[in-house]
């Protein structure tokens, strides 16, 4: 597969290195943006897995425009550095990373906690969905630590069966909820974003890091009927923007002539780096073939 390939295929992958974004994500936050206002007003924000960091790099180009932004950036992988934002590097699912972020807005809350956290997907749907759930409501309960009141917070999330749990969860603390579709996000795909407007959490409400907010004994059938809560759905992104699942000749028909772009970050030391390495050093363990298998061995295998 050519250089070229990916950039005919994925015309937001293209625009996002010719942009000198990091990540073709960064056009869903700002599609976000456009529909709204995220940014208007907001001085300190929160980007909770933010690796490779286009969501930072957005953020702190529009709210740290004047350097009187805050942005504090969270990811289990390193992220190269980036202008006004500070780095955190854990896991937002264990309470000293939890712990870590919530010290730097002691005193001083955040206007903004967005989360676009993305578990490896498996390919198991109701597992990855699951897991989704929990990288979602892990940020919840941050942000229910650090943000103001009728503060926003924006988080990825998968549209599957049991969406509306996490819509019922979410409204009791936003006076409005909204799920989100970007352009830039495919169709093909079930991610859409969860947009968390004036932050109002119940009257006594304490937050406590240490209450998982999905808990078991909930009651799904509580869900149904009047009790369910349907929240509105919003495609945001100009009409005339790039369809993410189209692919585009290289000549793009705004007239833009094709010149390839590297992209702007790659990233620093990815989980796959070691598998890498060890390719190179040709100690990758290699695939079994039922071929390259003496006759015990083939036994075993089919067990
Ligand atoms: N918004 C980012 C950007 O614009 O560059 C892209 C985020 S990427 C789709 C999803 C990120 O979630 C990955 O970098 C991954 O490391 C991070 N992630 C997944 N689980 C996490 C966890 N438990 N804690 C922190 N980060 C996590």
Known sequence: ??????????VYYRLAKENGWRARSAFKLLQLDEEFHLFQGVTRAVDLCAAPGSWSQVLSQKIGGQGSGHVVAVDLQA???????????????QL??????????????????????????????????YMQAQLLLAALNI?????????CFVAKIFRGRDVTLIYSQLRVFFSSVLCAKPRSSRNSSIEAFAVCQGYDPPEGFLPDLTKPLLDHSYDF????????????FVTCGDLSAYDSDRSYPLDLEDGSE????????????????????????????????????PISTMDTLSQ
């Open 79 to 93: 992220m190269a550095p980036l202008p006004g934002v500070l780095q955190i590097q854990g896991d937002i699912t």
């Open 1 to 10: 597969m050519g250089r070229t390939s990916k950039d005919k295929r994925d």
């Open 143 to 151: 942000a229910t630590h650090v943000l103001k009141p009728g503060g």
């Open 258 to 293: 094709y010149k390839y772009t590297p992209p702007t970050q790659p990233p620093i030391s990815p989980p796959y780096q070691e598998a890498c390495t060890l390719k190179k050093k040709g100690r990758l363990a290699k695939e079994i073939r039922p071929q390259d298998c």
């Open 96 to 129: 000293s990373t939890a712990k870590e972020i919530i010290q730097h807005f002691e005193g001083c809350p955040a206007d903004l906690v967005v989360c676009d956290g993305a578990p490896d997907v498996t390919g198991l749907h109701d597992v990855d969905e």
């Open 221 to 232: 059938n509580q869900l149904d009927g009047p009790t369910r809560i349907i929240v509105p």
